[in-house]
């Protein structure tokens, strides 16, 4: 469905400025997912909060624990406030921390884990209700969407991690959105966020990979709240020969057509626009992990002599980890995942802790299992995957599963929400807590204040 929207100027950096500031009229169906995603993606933000990587982040970042005119926006899943561009780094950092977070396609990022931290970010500034900020959400996972169909895959094989990349842009136009900049600022605001991303492939696996979640928040937030001020940046920044679109693909292989249909399809309406995550692992897994749990239960216990994962040619550029030796690589390979899966019938938080990461049986049967190309699926962008187990006893059983849970044709129900929340939310609050948060989330589109919203994601300290 087209997005409410009056005529644009020609160039790609105003017209996404003009699309940014006017879009409006959003269906109900766009408004209803977008409150969905960013409930997925709190839970994630508080469950993250508990993980090692918030550590280091609460000992170098200025926090205070009393609301002030310099540090209004709390970090989610503790008792401190910090300024809004600090408060952007930790929430987004955390959001992505477990991978649990939605996904979308074609930009193979993670859009919430950077536009959900950039909102309550500045939720607090302007006093913005939540209506204001699913509106900023639908705008800023549109960014998300143009990029991608503009720059990608070549943006992605490049080694650019799109969620870096392409959520700084994002992340501005749902800043700019939440500050109520106006074209000219607005423009501004973009030139300057294009100038703050990156975010290399390289890290898969490690802390800095969440991290590029918060500095593609922060700098989002950055960038508009200076453009707001009047620094002043270049106003063609997307298009220009030394600008994003050319710089990141090499002056090749990018379409900047896209931006000439912002809004038309509504990326969080498309087919692969937006895609909840049932599994705390790479999006990748997720197929293969489906299969492999029909699959326990069809085997029922017995010994496994080989395992094959039939896969598409992209999964192999984020599936970089074979034999993981922490938890975070073991979310980057199909092996472990797929030997979890089988053995303990299975997979969510509890699957990657180091204790999981070096259980024996898994490792014994890790070598077993070889990841190929299905010729069938080469090109198919929606990591389809097909998984057969021979037993030792020569019997052979097989699934294919071509399409994620979570993807829009298979949205998730309020249950299975409810229930990812819940998991995510009980490392750091009571389950009356997280039941008062849930509700307020899924009133979230009104015009009313986000104040005790805020409120409600402060909770105890993590260990530091």
Request: with cysteine; net charge negative.
């Amino acid at each position: 469905m087209t997005a409410t929207v009056t005529a644009a100027p020609d160039s790609p950096t105003r017209r996404l400025a003009h699309f940014a500031v006017h879009a409006g009229g959003f269906p109900t169906l766009a408004r209803q997912r977008a409150v969905d995603a960013i409930t997925d993606c709190i839970g994630c933000m508080i469950a993250g909060s508990r993980e090692d990587l918030a550590a280091p982040l609460l000992r170098v970042l200025p926090t205070q624990c009393e609301r002030g005119t310099s540090a209004p926006a709390v970090l989610a899943g503790t008792a401190r406030y910090a300024a809004p561009v600090d408060a952007a780094l930790f929430n987004g950092t955390v959001a992505h921390a477990l991978d649990y977070d939605d996904t979308n396609h074609p930009a193979y990022a993670h859009p919430s884990a950077v536009l959900v931290p950039t909102l309550l970010a500045l939720a607090p500034v302007t006093g913005a209700a939540g209506a204001d900020l699913v509106t900023a959400y639908i705008l800023g996972l549109e960014v998300f969407g143009k990029l991608g169909h503009a720059l990608n895959t070549a943006h992605y094989n490049r080694g650019w991690h799109a969620t870096a990349t392409f959520g700084t842009l994002a992340a501005v136009v749902a800043a700019g959105r939440v500050l109520r900049l106006d074209e000219t600022r607005m423009t501004m605001a973009i030139g300057i966020a294009a100038s703050s991303a990156g975010g290399l492939r390289a890290n898969f696996g490690s802390m800095v990979k969440p991290l590029h979640a918060g500095q593609a928040a922060r700098n989002g937030v950055l960038a508009a709240l200076l453009a707001r001020e009047g620094f002043v940046a270049s106003d063609v920044a997307l298009e220009h020969k030394y600008g994003y679109c050319a710089v990141f693909n090499d002056g090749i292989g990018f379409d900047l057509a896209p931006f000439a249909s912002l809004g038309d399809p509504l990326e969080i309406l498309s087919e692969y626009g937006l895609a909840l995550k049932m599994y705390p692992s790479c999006g990748a897994t997720h197929p293969g992990i489906e299969a492999a749990l029909a699959l326990n239960r069809e085997i029922d216990g017995a010994p496994i002599r080989s395992v094959r994962a039939g896969v598409c040619s992209m999964a192999f550029a984020p599936l970089i980890h074979t034999m993981p030796s922490a938890p975070l690589q073991g979310k980057f390979s199909m092996q472990f995942c797929l030997a979890a899966a089988l053995l303990d019938g299975r997979i969510d938080l509890a699957s990657f802790t180091d204790e999981k990461i070096h259980d024996p049986r898994i490792r014994a049967l890790i070598p077993k299992i070889t990841m190929e190309l299905e010729e069938r699926f080469r090109d198919d962008s929606e990591f389809p995957t097909v998984v057969t187990v021979e037993t030792e006893a020569g019997a052979r059983h097989e699934r294919t599963v071509l399409l994620a849970s979570g993807k829009p044709a298979r949205w998730f129900t309020k249950e299975q929400l409810r229930g990812k929340f819940d998991d995510c939310a009980s490392r750091a609050m009571s389950p009356s807590s997280r039941a008062n948060l849930f509700a307020m989330l899924g009133a979230l589109d009104s015009d009313a204040p986000c104040d005790a919203l805020l409120r409600a994601l402060r909770v105890r300290d993590p260990e530091t």
